[in-house]
């Protein structure tokens, strides 16, 4: 197979991950994992050589994909990691900033009279971020930014910090984008500018972005 992806080793992150309180409760998040496994799904049909970790969602795995699935962040992380080296890391999933410190191993019981449930959250590691500062890193290391508000700007301080090389920025906590929907549209931001994708359905916008992506690692080789 020809293409710009084509034998390419490419490792994305998709879904939410659950933070386990106890063993009835979580923390989580909306992400249904449809963004990530379209681009998973279209980089294995353009010959590239995908592995997935996905976080719990009820989606079945691409055609020529090896999944991996994981629960909680510091599970994604380690899965992650495991995968590499590669030539593209994509991080689609909506990974949990914070966690519990530790899991309880029995059911939280309110206490009489109790109205305040104070939870001790710690922060989670930043996969991207790790990913990004790898000594063998990745060609390509993109990232991905869900707002509600001052779209462009937050995924712009992301892309910066974290050291990224390109991010696609959406826009969620609207109908029709975002989390859960079929549907999205991106504003994919790197050092040539910015290019909104869509609205289109999630499975193009995958397309998309892996056209510019291949003419990234296109452009690097040139
Ligand atoms: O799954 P769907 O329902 O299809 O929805 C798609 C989506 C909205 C989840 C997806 O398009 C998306 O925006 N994914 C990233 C969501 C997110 O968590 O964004 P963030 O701004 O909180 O994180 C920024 C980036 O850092 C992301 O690439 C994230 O994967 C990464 N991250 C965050 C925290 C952490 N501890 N480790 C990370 O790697």
Known sequence: ?????????IVISAGP????????RFLGNRSSGKMGFAIAGEAARRGAEVVLV???????????VRRVNVRSAAQMHQAVMDAMPCDVY??????????PRAALDRKLKKQPGQDVLLLELVK???ILAEVAALAQ????VVGFAAETNDVAAYARGKLERKGLDMICANQVGLPGC??????????VIDAAGDRPLGPATKSALAGQLLDLIGQRLHGAEA
């Open 54 to 64: 996905a976080g719990p969602v009820h989606l079945s795995t691409p055609d020529g």
């Open 17 to 24: 991950t659950f933070e386990d309180i106890d063993p009835a």
């Open 137 to 140: 890193r990745p060609d390509l």
């Open 124 to 126: 989670t590691r930043d």
């Open 1 to 9: 197979m020809s293409g710009a992806l084509a034998g390419r080793r």
């Open 90 to 99: 994509i991080g689609a999933a909506a990974v949990a900033d914070f966690t």
């Open 178 to 187: 975002g989390f859960e929907s079929d549907d999205n549209a991106l504003l």
